[in-house]
């Protein structure tokens, strides 16, 4: 199962990229590894053939089930969104997936 955790932007909002790469990054691992973290990545949006990207960053987040993934929520999802303030003013949109291949 893997979750997507996607940042868009509209006009005039803020995201610290810097920031993210350094300190929100270790922080999703280091609290998210134990509770069954198999693999994140990390993917900053760059452009679109039309010219901006349709979102800042898409975050990937591999679990075995969306219950490991529920279970870490519950334990460290308050300082984890509590962390999003620290980088954007913008809130996630995150969505639950099954990988098909």
């Not at 679990?63 to 999802?77: T, V, Y």
């Not at 984890?80 to 098909?100: R, Y």
Request: with cysteine.
């Amino acid at each position: 199962m893997i979750v997507s955790v996607i940042y868009h932007l509209a006009a005039g909002q803020k995201f610290d990229l810097d920031y993210y790469v350094k300190s929100h990054v270790p922080l999703v691992d280091s609290l998210l590894g134990p509770c069954g973290l198999k693999r994140a990545q990390f993917l900053h949006g760059t452009g679109a053939p039309s010219g901006a990207p349709a979102a800042k960053l898409i975050a990937l987040l591999e679990f075995d089930s969306l219950a490991e993934f529920a279970a870490g929520m519950e334990q460290n999802g308050a300082k984890l969104m509590g962390d999003i303030a620290n980088f954007t003013d913008a809130q996630p949109s995150i969505q639950f997936n099954e990988q098909l291949t």
